[in-house]
């Protein structure tokens, strides 16, 4: 954020948020940071701006990371932009800075416009389905999309989970042994719950990769599994046998609708702390920072695979120690997302992140291959971002090989402290402009285009050709 002396910050509506987010009163917060009560109250109703002195203060009195204080609120502007794209509403034309305003000055109530749209294009979407398979709607929005959102607000980060992955990581004491993961955590495993790790034939699994049989004491795993993702089967273990009632407490915490979103809550979490203990926050982000984002090298440091690493990456939001904040992405080749985490800003709305023109969906012609590029999303912002083929867990030869893709991304700013981003200009980059998906991008003209937008009428004559198969008239 700039906190320059020239420029007038009006964040009256994100400071309050902050101030309740604490539990604070105007009062309590205002000694905090040295000014008077009225004072605060003015800059919470935006009569007065925010000084740079101000913002030092907030920053030293609350350890508040000052982009996270310039961010709008939950629903972001992306978001409600996509949301009100649909022919739904047709004919509103709802102005970018009024969208900005409603963000900003009134970020509950957007965000309660949008899980009432998203819960609408939910009913929409399964009212459809029920025509065409003769099957019963459902109400709300399913249980992977609760989860992804109720993660998305918490930005990946998760400290409680981060501090107890590395008192057991620190228990498990690698680095006086000498041992690998696999091999303390498989003793702790045995010494502490009487459970022993066996791998299996592929053919007894059958389409588990790892199963616990709670009366014989044993984790199955299937030797398809490679040794990053065999290590990770552990740490999951390991984190449900020494910590289930604290996982359990946090995904009741957070009061899902139902048993089957609380579960698969519980599962997100578990993974979570899996993560913790095999990668530590201090050490990984310390290691991170001094190698310059360097995956492979954090893949050789701590024994993982490039997935778990630019997971990790996303959940780097400790006050006293951030990382750079990414932003993720998993398609396999049909394009569908079976991932999307983001730690800052993300560009991408709910079902955005489709356009043909981001490499993450070319990257299977190079599979195995990392390759670059710096975007531009219609809103102006630019971001670097990696993307490269993975390999299905445990597909074992039942499905292709690098099926699956990973796009990793940051915003330009940050990409200076990135290895891979030596070299580049960044001052005057060379940038490809993309969009949401097709049906909800208004940049013209596109060759790649693969549908016209849903509120825009087509422009097709007899007398031209455009690049573009679905050439649309302006707004």
């Known amino acids: 954020m700039d906190v320059s002396v020239d420029r007038k910050l009006f964040l009256g509506a994100r400071l309050k948020r902050l101030r ?5 009163t105007q009062t309590a917060m205002a000694g905090d ?3 008077s009560p009225s004072y605060l109250n003015h800059i919470e109703r935006n009569q007065r701006p925010v000084s740079a002195q101000l913002l030092l203060r907030l920053a030293d009195a609350y350890d508040v990371d000052l982009r996270q204080l310039g961010q709008s609120g939950a629903a972001g502007e992306a978001e409600l932009a996509e949301a009100l794209s649909d022919p739904l509403f047709q004919g509103l034309d709802v102005p970018r800075h009024e969208l900005l305003q409603l963000t900003d000055e009134a970020p509950a109530a957007a965000e309660a416009l949008l899980r009432l749209y998203r819960a609408f294009s939910d009913q929409r979407d399964r ?26 607000d918490r930005a990946n980060h998760f400290p409680e989970l981060d501090t107890l992955g590395e008192a057991l990581h620190a228990a498990l ?4 042994t000498g041992d690998g993961f696999e091999a303390l955590a498989r003793a702790r495993l045995q010494a502490r719950h009487n459970l022993s790790v066996r791998v299996m034939p592929a053919e007894v699994m059958v389409e588990w990769t790892r199963r616990f049989d709670p009366h014989r004491r044993r984790l199955l795993l299937s030797e398809t599994l490679d040794p990053s993702s065999r290590a990770f089967a ?9 910590h289930e009632a604290e996982l359990t407490a946090l995904a009741d915490a957070a009061r899902p609708p139902d048993e089957t979103t609380r579960a698969l809550l519980k599962v997100s979490l578990t993974n979570t702390l899996a993560a913790a203990i095999l990668m530590p926050y201090a050490a990984f982000q310390r290691t991170a920072e001094a190698t310059g984002y360097d995956i492979a090298r954090l893949q050789t440091r701590f024994s993982v695979s490039f997935e778990q690493v630019a997971h990790r990456l996303t959940t780097l939001s400790r006050p006293t120690a951030r990382g750079v904040p990414f932003f993720l992405m998993r398609v396999d080749q049909a394009g569908n997302v079976s991932k999307r985490y983001a730690s800052g800003a993300f560009p991408f709305a709910r079902f955005g992140g489709a356009c043909p023109r981001w490499r993450l969906h070319s990257a299977f012609r190079t599979p195995g291959r990392l390759v ?17 083929t993975v390999d299905r867990q445990g597909h074992g030869g039942h499905g292709e090989p690098h099926d699956l893709a990973i796009g990793l991304g940051c915003e330009l700013k940050d990409a200076a402290r990135l290895i891979y981003a030596r070299g580049l200009d960044l001052i005057a980059p060379e ?28 422009r097709v004559d007899d007398w031209s050709k455009s690049v573009s198969p679905y050439p649309f008239a302006a707004a």
């Open 372 to 388: 670059t590029q710096i975007i531009e999303t219609p809103d102006g912002q630019r971001w670097f971002t990696l993307a490269r």
């Open 20 to 24: 309740r987010d604490r539990g604070l």
């Open 431 to 458: 940038v490809t402009p993309i969009g949401p998906a097709c049906r909800l991008c208004h940049r013209h003209p596109c060759a790649e285009r693969a549908a016209p937008p849903v509120d825009r009428p087509l």
């Open 234 to 242: 552990i740490a999951y273990q390991l984190a449900l046998s020494e």
């Open 173 to 176: 004491d690698p680095n006086q």
């Open 127 to 152: 009212s459809r389905a029920a025509l065409i398979d003769g099957g019963q709607t459902g109400e709300g929005p399913s249980p992977a999309d609760w989860v992804r959102d109720h993660i998305q």
């Open 33 to 35: 940071l040295g000014v």
